[in-house]
């Protein structure tokens, strides 16, 4: 199946009249360079990644090695500070603050609604089902005229299980809107990415991130696949030089080891499947939910009182119990091996204080 929308009805009036900020690179990237105030003597330390100019504002060879990755177009890739910055961008292109509406699918990545509230854009919510898939009719149902963007996170934060691959395609289908497809944790999923499905649906968004399989929270380097009209927006609308040249350098070195993060994403799921099966002995735990990420999701008696506990013996995980279905529920990161260990030590001893 496949579909076209128009995605121009979609954009918000300021923005398809916007004339872009025109950065000094745009027209000259070598020669002589007095066009862009930089301090030509060059940085106070030794440098050899000419940190004094700076960076290239389309990042044409990042996006070029992301997309021969992910199988799709340079044209595709969008790439920006964190997933973050993706977000926020298509609130500033689709949705008119004070009217506009978007729809979020409880319990999701907390983003989606913090973006929204500094964006003063409504959000309607229809929860996930209690094993955490999607209420299709129901979602369908929740949208309005001024309904823009619909965020799906597959696999989800913080249940942690992919949505099912029918459900989602039935969403792109039915509206007429932005279907975001959050793929953080596709690495660790056996699911295939949406991306290859951005040739059917132009009002489809993949957002990915070098943050979780990659390893490089640290570089900020989030990811946004579509169709190139929705990329050609987000070019428009970031800030001209929004990817800093460290951070390109880091998410490119990171795309020429692609084996190597592979074995690690294979480490951290025999290390997952250790975890699951040990939390699955302890009476205490109610449920570890279906995991298709680097984290879980597991419900315990006393959940807020445990976190509290284990944290105070030096173990940081994530109360969940205040969202829908969550009740008592905790999110945990998969770790290291020593540092699994060093959690089951606190989480037992803090049961065992419990148990007499
Ligand atoms: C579902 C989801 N999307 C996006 C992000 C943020 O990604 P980034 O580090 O690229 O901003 C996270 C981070 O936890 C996440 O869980």
Redesign the pocket.
């Known amino acids: 199946m496949s579909k076209k929308t128009d995605l121009l009805k979609l954009v918000r009036k300021n923005i398809l009249e916007l004339s872009p900020y025109r950065s000094a690179r745009d027209d000259f990237d070598s020669g002589i360079l007095l066009d862009a105030n930089e301090n030509a003597l060059g940085a106070p330390f030794e440098d050899d990644l000419e940190l004094n100019r700076y960076p290239m504002p389309y990042q044409e060879e990042l996006r070029a090695r992301i997309a021969e990755f992910r199988e799709i177009q340079a044209e595709n890739v969008f790439v920006g500070?964190?997933?973050?910055?993706?977000?926020d961008l298509l609130y500033r292109i689709f949705c008119v603050p004070g009217k506009d509406r978007v729809l979020i699918t409880p319990p999701?990545?907390g983003?989606y609604k913090v973006s929204a509230n500094i964006n003063d854009v409504a959000v309607d919510k229809v929860l996930l089902t209690p094993d955490f898939q999607l209420q299709v009719k129901e979602t369908l149902a929740a949208v309005t005229p001024d309904t823009k963007i619909i965020f799906l996170?597959s696999?989800?934060?913080?249940t942690a299980n992919s949505l099912n691959t029918d459900d989602i395609l039935k969403i792109i289908e039915a509206f007429d809107g932005i279907v975001v497809v959050?793929e953080?944790?596709i690495d660790f999923s056996e699911q295939q990415s949406f991306a290859t499905r951005l040739k059917d649906y132009n009002n489809l968004v993949v957002?990915?991130?070098?943050?979780?399989s990659f390893g490089l929270?640290g570089i900020?380097?989030?990811?946004a696949l579509a169709d190139p009209a929705v990329i050609d927006l987000m070019m428009k609308v970031k800030a001209p030089y929004n990817v800093n040249k460290l951070t390109s350098k880091a998410a490119i070195r990171g795309l020429s080891f692609i084996n190597a993060m592979k074995a690690k994403v294979d480490q951290i799921l025999s290390e997952r499947k250790k975890v699951i099966q040990k939390l699955e002995t302890i009476p205490e735990v109610q449920k570890v939910f279906h995991t298709d990420a680097n984290f879980l999701l597991f419900r315990i008696e006393n959940a807020l009182r445990i976190y509290e506990e284990v944290a105070a013996k030096g173990v940081v995980v994530r109360y969940r119990g205040n969202e829908p279905h969550c009740e008592d529920c905790l999110r945990l990161t998969i770790g290291t091996p020593q540092e699994n260990e060093q959690f089951f030590e606190a989480l037992n001893s803090v049961l065992k204080k419990d148990r007499s």
Request: hydrophobic share 35%; aromatic share 6%; with cysteine.
């Open positions: 500070v964190g997933s973050d910055e993706a977000i999701t990545y983003m996170c696999p989800n934060n913080p959050d953080a944790y957002l990915q991130t070098m943050s979780k929270a900020r380097l989030g990811i």
